[in-house]
């Protein structure tokens, strides 16, 4: 029961669908008429491209008085199912008079002959139909489907000014109707699948020229269609199968073109790929001894190519007067450093890529490195490359999300050598920017060193704290030298009392300086590490750097 119902609805559905197709098609005719309303008799016939001169019109006649409403549409005029031509209808509402036995209706195209026809009215009905307003129709005029046509209606004879002029615009081949039965506008329809693990699109036609071959083949759409080499010749007697093109690239612009082999025959042309945008971005060549990065755009489609930088959170962005707008052809940046952070954007209206053509790191030419020196660590750069760099303690303020840098400076390396930047007692909770100079386009990387507690001997902060250190070893080293001394005096003082005692004679000597110095000389070295207290801040800037 249901199935039923199901068939009955479907089949109601068809014929609505078929009802509703014919309708919007054109008005179909066998062949071409000259039409003239009731009692006028009238005859059509080629008119000569030269005409006897105008006459002067009889008082009162003008274009507006004369011709009513000049209307034009299209109809179609089949000898067979696709054999179908477009004809222009014109039709106009007439004011006869005495003097009026006829029109003539001229049509122009560019590049054309004009050619004229005119509808003459036997003598007896427009005698008799003089005074009265009647209609005259037309359908001889073949047109090309997006022809534009220049129509001139006159009066038969020609009075002078009294002339209408309009323009027609045929369709074109938009309709179904037309794009079935109109030669000019039989494509054939393509239907296709994509394998894209075999590289191949598998093709068939339908609704072609009956009788022709078929032509298919694989073009790169720009301003024309240009062929990629791949090209199939369809018999007639395999229409209808599917036929194999293997493709290279699934480019966006990478079309199937077919058309009827047959002269000027129209083409249909699909682009199976052509939503695939991001196919265009493969392909970045970068050479190392130039160090040019480029890239050719396969389609042309309006792209914003930028260099940026990666960082941590993905985001790729923007290196300073790194963009380019192309629409085709190629692109290169020099003096590109080719850092594993260093990627291209891609953009297209609101839609970006990023390709990463240095990630891997097998390019890279340079590294900030943390080393260990002895017990130390120390921050260098080393490079592949002789290279000259921009160096800068970044401090990140509270709350900060980004450090700051605030004083840079430039660093030379040369070839496979590491320079130390001697920083490594400064970075605590900050970083090191480095960035290359002697290049265009550059990532800058940032270093940050957290491990101040691990440092030698304390030498970590400078200012208060480090002021009642020093005060307090200075007090403590002096206090153990004056105790020294006093016990080094009471002891000799001992001594010599008693050899005094002794001997009672002998004389008072100084006490001896030399056994406090070792003391005093060892805390002297240990704060050579330590900058004054005054200076630490420019201290601090000035051993930034190693050179
Ligand atoms: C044409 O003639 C009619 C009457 O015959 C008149 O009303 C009209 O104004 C004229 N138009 C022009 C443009 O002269
Ligand atoms: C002019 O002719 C068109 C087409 O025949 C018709 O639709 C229209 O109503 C006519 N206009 C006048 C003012 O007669
Ligand atoms: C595409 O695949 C479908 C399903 O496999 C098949 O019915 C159709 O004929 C194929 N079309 C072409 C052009 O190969
Ligand atoms: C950007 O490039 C232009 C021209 O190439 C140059 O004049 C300008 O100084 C550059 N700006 C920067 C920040 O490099
Ligand atoms: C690229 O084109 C856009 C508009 O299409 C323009 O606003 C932009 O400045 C151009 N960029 C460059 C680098 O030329
Ligand atoms: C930058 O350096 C100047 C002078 O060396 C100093 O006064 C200033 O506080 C420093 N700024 C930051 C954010 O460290
Ligand atoms: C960096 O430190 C090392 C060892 O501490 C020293 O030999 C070298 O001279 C320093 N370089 C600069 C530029 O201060």
Same mark, same amino acid.
């Given at each position: 029961m249901i199935l039923w119902v199901a068939l009955l609805t479907a089949h109601c559905c068809l014929v609505l669908n078929g009802a509703a197709a014919e309708s919007t098609g054109l008005e179909r005719i066998e062949k071409c008429h000259t039409r003239c309303s009731q009692g006028l008799h009238c005859k059509a016939k080629p008119d000569y491209i030269f005409r006897p001169p105008c006459q002067e019109a009889a008082g009162g006649l003008n274009t507006s008085s004369v011709f009513h409403n000049?209307?034009?549409?299209?109809?179609l005029m089949c000898e067979g199912r696709q054999k179908c031509s477009l004809q222009l209808r014109i039709k106009t509402a007439l004011q006869l008079t005495e003097s009026i036995q006829g029109v003539s209706i001229c049509?122009? !195209?560019?590049?054309?002959?004009?050619? =004229?026809?005119?509808?003459?009215?036997? @003598?007896?009905?427009?005698? &008799?139909?003089?005074?009265? %307003?009647?209609e005259v129709e037309n359908d001889c005029t073949s047109v090309s489907p997006n022809q534009r046509v220049q129509v001139v209606v006159k009066t038969l004879p020609s009075f002078c000014g009294i002339t209408w002029t309009g323009t027609y615009n045929a369709p074109a081949c938009i309709s179904e109707d037309m794009r079935r039965h109109v030669p000019d506008c039989i494509t054939g329809r393509l239907s296709y699948n994509v394998s894209l693990v075999k590289k191949e699109l598998s093709v068939s036609v339908s609704e072609m020229m009956e009788d022709h071959k078929y032509n298919l083949r694989l073009c790169h759409k720009d301003f024309l269609c240009s062929g990629t080499g791949t090209h199939l010749l369809i018999k007639k007697e395999e229409l209808g199968k599917s036929v194999t093109l293997p493709y290279s690239r699934p480019l966006p612009c990478l079309c199937i073109e077919g058309w009827s082999a047959m002269v000027d025959a129209p083409r249909v042309q699909v682009c199976p790929f052509k939503d695939r945008l991001k196919e265009l971005w493969s392909g970045i060549t970068f050479d190392p001894l130039e160090e040019t990065l480029s890239w050719e755009l396969a389609c042309p489609v309006a792209t914003v190519v930028a260099l940026c930088q990666t960082r941590e959170d993905g985001v790729c962005v923007d290196l300073p007067n790194a963009s380019r707008n192309?629409? @085709?052809?190629?692109?290169?940046? !020099? /003096?590109?450093?080719?850092?594993?952070?260093?990627?291209?954007?891609?953009?297209?209206?609101? /839609?970006?890529?990023? $390709? =990463?053509?240095? &990630?891997?790191?097998r390019l890279k030419e340079w590294d900030v490195v943390v080393a260990r020196r002895g017990d130390r660590e120390e921050v260098a750069v080393t490079s592949r490359v002789n290279a000259a760099f921009s160096v800068g303690l970044c401090v990140t303020p509270a709350g900060a999300a980004e450090c700051r840098v605030n004083a840079t400076q430039r660093v030379h390396v040369g070839e496979n050598e590491a320079v130390s930047l001697n920083l490594t007692d400064k970075v605590c909770s900050s970083c090191v %920017?480095? $960035? $290359?100079?002697?290049?265009?386009? &550059? &990532?800058?990387?940032?270093? =940050?060193? /957290? %491990?101040?507690? @691990?440092?030698a001997h304390g030498v970590v902060a400078c200012g208060t704290s480090w002021d009642w250190i020093w005060v307090f070893m200075q007090v403590g080293a002096w206090l153990s030298g004056i105790i020294t001394l006093s016990l080094l005096l009471h002891v000799l003082l001992s001594v010599y009392q008693r050899r005094r005692k002794q001997r009672g004679s002998e004389k008072q000597q100084d006490p001896p300086h030399d056994g406090v110095l070792p003391a005093l000389q060892t805390h002297q070295h240990g704060g050579i590490l330590i900058p004054d207290s005054p200076l630490c801040g420019n201290t601090e800037k000035a051993n930034l750097l190693s050179q």
């Open positions: 000049v209307s034009f549409s299209t109809v049509t122009v !195209t560019a590049g054309m002959m004009m050619s =004229c026809r005119i509808l003459k009215f036997t @003598r007896s009905s427009w005698k &008799a139909m003089s005074g009265m %307003q009647v192309v629409s @085709r052809g190629k692109i290169s940046f !020099t /003096e590109v450093d080719p850092h594993p952070q260093l990627c291209v954007k891609f953009t297209v209206g609101s /839609e970006f890529w990023t $390709r =990463c053509p240095f &990630a891997d790191g %920017q480095v $960035r $290359r100079l002697d290049v265009k386009h &550059a &990532a800058t990387v940032i270093l =940050c060193v /957290e %491990q101040c507690n @691990r440092l």
